[in-house]
Nanobody, 120 residues
Framework: QVQLVESGGGLVQAWGSLRLSCAASGSIFSINTMGWYRQAPGKQRELVARITSGGSTNYADSVKGRFTISRDNAKNTLYLQMNSLNAEDTGVYYC??????????????WGQGTQVTVSS
């Protein structure tokens, strides 16, 4: 069993900051790409940022220069530092991980989501 548990969401004023965390646990041999996605009310889930095991990153154009994704491979934890937040950043933020079990089998998992609300 694998679990991804997000934390750090909440209510913040425009131009404020939040830091999201996502801790992966279970019988994990390795984690490859990890990412943050978000879903605003009435919209499809979209990629925010992702990072490979080697540290290569890519970001949605809407968050470039404001958000920073990082990971601690020793702790199987993913982070998202969000600065200069605006109302368009409001949504449920989900963690995603592409991982490998000790058996060699691979899997893709989602966290339960954490709500981020930005008040203008």
């Amino acid at each position: 069993q694998v679990q991804l548990v997000e934390s750090g969401g909440g209510l913040v004023q425009a131009w404020g900051s939040l830091r999201l965390s996502c801790a992966a646990s279970g019988s994990i041999f390795s984690i490859n790409t990890m990412g943050w996605y978000r879903q605003a009310p009435g919209k499809q889930r979209e990629l925010v940022a992702r990072i490979t095991s080697g540290g290569s990153t890519n970001y949605a154009d809407s968050v470039k220069g404001r958000f920073t994704i990082s990971r601690d491979n020793a702790k199987n934890t993913l982070y998202l530092q969000m600065n200069s937040l605006n109302a368009e950043d409001t949504g449920v933020y989900y963690c995603n991980a592409d991982l490998q079990y000790y058996s060699g089998r691979r899997g893709n998992y989602w966290g339960q989501g954490t709500q981020v609300t930005v008040s203008s």
